[in-house]
């Protein structure tokens, strides 16, 4: 049965990756309309990337502590 913790770190990963996504898009429509606006543009670009790096980042770090927890199995 899977941990709490490790319940709750993917549901938060795939709800910032999901919201990354969804401010990426709209930084693409916010450049597209006319008139272009740009400094919304850019802040939703950054805003998007940021909580895709910040997911990609908790992921990276539930891995790497779960390969910590398990023994490692055969000989170097």
Do not use: C, H
Request: no cysteine; charged share 15%; glycine share 4%.
């Amino acid at each position: 049965m899977a941990d709490t913790r490790q319940v709750v770190t993917i549901a938060t990963a795939i709800l910032l990756i999901i919201a990354g996504i969804y401010f990426l898009f709209n930084s693409m429509s916010l450049i597209t309309s006319e008139p272009p606006r740009v400094a919304a543009s850019l802040l939703a670009a950054v805003l998007g990337l940021s909580l895709v790096s910040a997911a990609v980042t908790l992921l990276r770090t539930w891995l790497l502590s779960e390969q910590k927890e398990r023994p490692r199995s055969g000989v170097r």
